[in-house]
Structure formats: structure tokens, C-alpha cells
């Protein structure tokens, strides 16, 4: 198989969300990245080392911005706010790219505030194919898409205010 880079992307649509961290390894292997957005990280600012979607169009306090939790890994963590306008359609979206793993696990912490409560997208591609997502639905249910794209209900409901460790396992050569 020819070697394809990984993108993770994490998208808040509407409302807000948390994410604590986020590491993918290779299954059986070692852990190939892990970021806890502690290393280079200052509250109120956009994290380091990811891609900012539209970064032009986020203002002050919006977009994907570096917070501090007080989490149980260090302090920070990282909030979308996305206030999308019409015009525009440009949500609070950042990904990070890296060099091809054909088969990993993705783990994260996300929670959804009830108060911001909107859309949360993770999602996992290599050249330009979906390898798997997750998205906290408004619904309070989790949700994927398979593989035409069309989007399917787990049965599996979240409470909004709490923190989910949800993991993604992908296999790229199947």
C-alpha cells in the first residue's frame, strides 16, 4: 500500500465543546502522538501544532481556543465555539495531519456543554477516504457515517456536562 498521511479533524458545529486529548497509536505498537494541549499552550489561544479552519474568520473567543479545565490530565483542553453566520458557513474546525498509520486507535476526551450545546464531529481520513468518525448529535445520541456517507444512530445516548473517552479503530487496508 502505497504510504498516505492520517487527518484528524474535529469539528463543532453550532454551540461549543471540549476536547481534552487526543492520541492515536498504532494498535499493538507503540504510541506513534499524543497531544494534552499542555506542551506550547496558553489559555485564549488557538493550539499549537493544529490546522485552524478559516483562522481569519474566528474573532476573539471564537473558533477552536485553548482553556483551562482544571482537567485530571494537566489543565487544558481545547473549546470550539463556532457562531457561523449564513454567509459565511464557516464552523470552528481544526485538523491535524500526519504521516500514514494503516491501522491505529484513536482515543479522546470530548464533552458537550448544555448551556453551547450544538454538534461535535471527530473524524479520521486518508486520501480523501473516510477510515471512521464519531459525532455527539444535538440529539444526545452518538452517531457515525458509513461508508456511502449516510449517517447512522448508534443507540447509544450522552448526557450532556460530562466528559466521554471515545475511541476510533481503523484498519485502512480493509
Same mark, same amino acid.
Given at each position: 500500500?502505497?504510504?498516505?498521511?492520517?487527518?484528524?479533524?474535529?469539528?463543532?458545529?453550532?454551540? $461549543?465543546?471540549?476536547?481534552? *486529548?487526543?492520541?492515536? *497509536?498504532?494498535?499493538?505498537?507503540?504510541?506513534?502522538?499524543?497531544? $494534552?494541549?499542555?506542551?506550547?499552550? $496558553?489559555?485564549?489561544?488557538?493550539?499549537? /501544532?493544529?490546522?485552524?479552519?478559516?483562522?481569519?474568520?474566528?474573532?476573539? &473567543? +471564537?473558533?477552536?481556543?485553548?482553556?483551562?479545565?482544571? *482537567?485530571?490530565?494537566?489543565?487544558?483542553?481545547?473549546?470550539?465555539?463556532?457562531?457561523?453566520?449564513? !454567509?459565511?458557513?464557516?464552523?470552528? !474546525?481544526?485538523?491535524?495531519?500526519?504521516?500514514?498509520?494503516?491501522?491505529?486507535?484513536?482515543?479522546?476526551?470530548?464533552?458537550?456543554?448544555?448551556?453551547? $450545546?450544538?454538534?461535535? &464531529?471527530?473524524?479520521?481520513?486518508?486520501?480523501?477516504?473516510?477510515?471512521? /468518525?464519531?459525532?455527539?448529535?444535538?440529539?444526545?445520541?452518538?452517531?457515525?457515517?458509513?461508508? /456511502?456517507?449516510?449517517?447512522?444512530? +448508534?443507540?447509544?445516548?450522552?448526557?450532556?456536562?460530562?466528559?466521554?473517552?471515545? +475511541?476510533?479503530?481503523?484498519?485502512?487496508?480493509?
Amino acid at each position: 500500500m502505497r504510504q498516505q498521511r492520517i487527518m484528524i479533524t474535529i469539528l463543532a458545529i453550532v454551540g $461549543s465543546f471540549l476536547v481534552l *486529548a487526543a492520541a492515536p *497509536a498504532v494498535v499493538g505498537a507503540a504510541e506513534v502522538w499524543t497531544d $494534552s494541549f499542555e506542551t506550547g499552550n $496558553s489559555a485564549g489561544e488557538f493550539p499549537v /501544532n493544529w490546522d485552524i479552519h478559516d483562522i481569519d474568520h474566528h474573532g476573539e &473567543g +471564537t473558533g477552536p481556543r485553548v482553556v483551562d479545565t482544571g *482537567a485530571a490530565d494537566g489543565s487544558f483542553a481545547v473549546k470550539i465555539i463556532s457562531k457561523p453566520d449564513k !454567509k459565511s458557513g464557516k464552523d470552528g !474546525k481544526m485538523n491535524r495531519d500526519f504521516e500514514a498509520v494503516s491501522k491505529g486507535v484513536l482515543t479522546m476526551s470530548g464533552m458537550i456543554p448544555e448551556e453551547n $450545546s450544538g454538534f461535535l &464531529g471527530v473524524e479520521l481520513r486518508a486520501g480523501g477516504k473516510r477510515l471512521g /468518525n464519531l459525532e455527539f448529535h444535538p440529539a444526545g445520541k452518538f452517531r457515525y457515517r458509513d461508508t /456511502n456517507g449516510k449517517n447512522q444512530e +448508534t443507540g447509544i445516548e450522552f448526557d450532556y456536562d460530562t466528559w466521554y473517552q471515545v +475511541t476510533i479503530e481503523w484498519d485502512a487496508d480493509t
